[in-house]
C-alpha cells in the first residue's frame, strides 16, 4: 500500500496540494514529500527498477516508464493529467526528460542556454522536444525562476519539470530510491561523496537514509560529503561558513559542466550537517586525473561532474577530512560521453609502425623502452 501522506514544509509543517511547485508561501521553506514509515520495509527486492519501492513515492497511477527524478515527473504528468511537461536545461536534465517525454508520448518543452554547445544540443534533440533558447536564463537564480514562472503562465495545464527541490519537491524521492537501493545491496558506507549542483541528490540521498533508519533498517545515515567544482561552489562554502542558506555567487567555472551552478538551496546544507559530513570543492586539475584513473584502473569511463566526486576522495583523504579505513562510496551519475572535454591529447604522441611489415620491430622497440605495461 502506498506510504503517501501529504507534502509538509520542511520548516514550519504546513501542508500543500501535491502539485504545488514553490516553496512554502509562510515561511519560504522548502517543501517534502511524508510518508508513513511504520510497518515493513520490502527487503526482498533488489532494486532493478526505483518502481520496486513505488510504496515509498508519490502515489501515481502510471509505472510503465523507468528511472529516476525524470520518469517521475513524466508519470507524475500522466496521473495529473497534464497536457505536457517543461523545463530548463541543457544538459542531463533536458535529455532525460526529452527522453521519457517521448516514452509518455507527452509534450516537451525545454528552455535552453542561447550558447548551449552542440554536443549538448545533440543529445537532447534526439528526442525532438520543443526548444526555446533563452538568452541569460542562467545569468541569477532570479532570471531563471521568472522564465519558468512565465511558461507556467503561458501553459497552465503543463507540468513544471524543473528537477529541484524549491521548484519541484517530489522529485527528490526519485533519489532516495538510491538510499534504498544501496541499504538492500550491500554494507552502507561510512561516507558517501556525491556531486551537488542544486543538491536534490545529496538531499534525497538523506531523506532515503532518514527513512530507512526510522523503520529499523538503519543504525544512523552515513556521512555525506557535498562535492562542487572549484569556481562553481556556493554550497560548499556555505556548508563550511556555516550559513544556513547557499548565497548566489559570480558566475560559476568549472570543467564539470552538470555541476556549472553558482546557486543552491539550503536542504542540502542541512543534509550534509545533520548526517556528520562535509563539503569539499576540486580543481578541474583534480577533476580530470580522477576521471582517467577510474577508467584505467576500473573500466569505468564516468561523466566529467562524476569524476569530481572521485577526486574529492583523493582530496579528503590528503587533507585527513576521513580515515583510511572508512568505507567510502561515491555516486557516479551519469556515462562519460555525457560531457567529453577535447582534451590536449594529439594522437601523434602515439607510437606509429610506418607501414605493417614493420609492425614486430616498432612493438618490439616499444616494448623494450617499456612503452606499454605488458610482460614480453
Ligand atoms: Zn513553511
Not at 38 to 60: E, H, K, N, Y
Not at 313 to 327: V, Y
Request: aromatic fraction near 6%.
Amino acid at each position: 500500500m502506498n506510504r503517501f501522506e501529504s507534502l509538509a514544509c520542511l520548516n514550519c509543517g504546513r501542508r500543500y496540494p501535491t502539485d504545488t511547485h514553490t516553496r512554502c508561501t509562510k515561511c519560504n521553506g522548502i517543501l517534502e514529500a511524508q510518508y508513513r514509515l511504520d510497518g515493513r520495509f520490502p527487503t526482498d527486492v533488489r532494486g532493478r527498477s526505483m518502481w520496486d519501492f513505488a510504496d515509498f513515492l508519490p502515489p501515481i497511477q502510471e509505472k510503465s516508464i523507468v528511472s529516476r527524478a525524470a520518469s517521475l515527473g513524466l508519470s507524475l504528468a500522466r496521473g495529473l493529467k497534464r497536457k505536457g511537461v517543461f523545463t530548463a536545461s541543457d544538459g542531463n536534465a533536458a535529455a532525460a526528460i526529452s527522453a521519457y517525454s517521448a516514452r509518455a508520448r507527452m509534450k516537451c518543452l525545454v528552455l535552453i542556454a542561447d550558447d548551449t554547445p552542440t554536443q549538448k544540443l545533440a543529445q537532447i534533440m534526439m528526442y525532438s522536444p520543443i526548444l526555446l533558447r533563452v538568452r541569460g536564463i542562467y545569468r541569477s537564480l532570479s532570471s531563471l525562476e521568472a522564465a519558468l514562472a512565465q511558461t507556467q503562465e503561458i501553459l497552465p495545464d503543463w507540468l513544471n519539470h524543473f528537477i529541484w527541490a524549491p521548484f519541484n519537491p517530489l522529485l527528490v524521492d526519485a533519489f532516495k530510491t538510491i538510499a534504498y537501493e544501496i541499504a538492500l545491496s550491500q554494507k552502507v558506507p561510512d561516507c558517501i561523496f556525491i556531486p551537488v549542483a542544486g543538491g536534490d541528490l545529496l538531499s534525497g540521498l538523506y531523506k532515503g537514509f532518514q527513512e530507512l533508519q526510522k523503520m529499523g533498517q538503519l543504525q544512523r545515515p552515513p556521512r555525506l560529503v557535498a562535492v562542487q567544482g572549484e569556481g562553481a561552489d556556493p554550497t560548499v562554502q556555505a556548508i563550511e561558513k556555516g550559513l544556513d542558506k547557499v548565497k548566489e555567487t559570480a558566475p560559476a567555472r568549472t570543467i564539470a559542466g552538470a555541476l556549472r551552478v553558482n546557486f543552491g538551496a539550503e536542504h542540502s546544507i542541512t543534509a550534509v550537517r545533520k548526517s556528520g559530513g562535509f563539503g569539499i570543492s576540486v580543481s578541474d586539475e583534480q577533476i580530470v586525473k580522477a576521471q582517467r584513473e577510474i577508467a584505467r584502473d576500473e573500466g569505468i569511463f564516468c561523466e566529467i561532474s562524476s569524476a569530481a566526486a572521485l577526486a574529492a576522495i583523493s582530496k579528503a583523504l590528503d587533507l585527513g577530512k576521513i580515515a583510511r579505513d572508512e568505507t567510502t562510496a561515491a555516486i557516479l551519475t551519469g556515462t562519460g560521453l555525457k560531457d567529453y572535454p577535447v582534451t590536449g591529447d594529439d594522437i601523434s604522441r602515439i607510437p606509429i609502425s610506418k607501414d605493417v611489415s614493420s609492425l614486430s620491430t616498432t612493438l618490439e622497440g616499444m616494448l623494450a623502452a617499456e612503452r606499454i605495461g605488458v610482460a614480453v
